[in-house]
């Protein structure tokens, strides 16, 4: 088992930053890859970005070249630096967490509670 811990959400104004950090605890070598997904009011649930143990990275159009996601490995934490948020980034963000090979497989994702990003105009 893979407990994932969010903090760092907030409110923010429009243009504003904001730091999100998920740490990881349990059988950590069950996962290598880990990412960020999000879910505003009346949505489906989108992923944001991932990051492999090697620093690959993807992200969601509607986020690149504003959002950066890293990791620090030796704390097994990683991290999305949020910049330029506009109101439509409001939602409430998930931490995630698996092997690649079962990324995106419904029962083999680890997920946190979810912390609330909101966006004011």
């Known amino acids: 088992q893979v407990q994932l811990v969010e903090s760092g959400g907030g409110l923010v104004q429009t243009g504003g930053s904001l730091r999100l950090s998920c740490a990881a605890s349990g059988s950590r070598f069950s996962i290598n890859v880990m990412g960020w997904y999000r879910q505003a009011p009346g949505k489906q649930r989108e992923v944001v970005a991932t990051?492999?143990?090697?620093?690959?990275?993807v992200y969601a159009d509607s986020v690149k070249g504003r959002f950066t996601i890293s990791r620090d490995n030796a704390k097994n934490t990683v991290y999305l630096q949020m910049n330029s948020l506009k109101p439509d980034d409001t939602a409430v963000y998930y931490c995630?967490?698996?092997?690649?090979?079962?990324?995106?497989?419904?029962?083999?994702?680890?997920w946190g509670h979810g912390t609330q990003v909101t966006v004011s105009s």
């Open positions: 990051i492999t143990r090697v620093d690959t990275t």
């Open positions: 995630a967490a698996s092997t690649e090979s079962n990324w995106g497989v419904p029962g083999y994702m680890y």
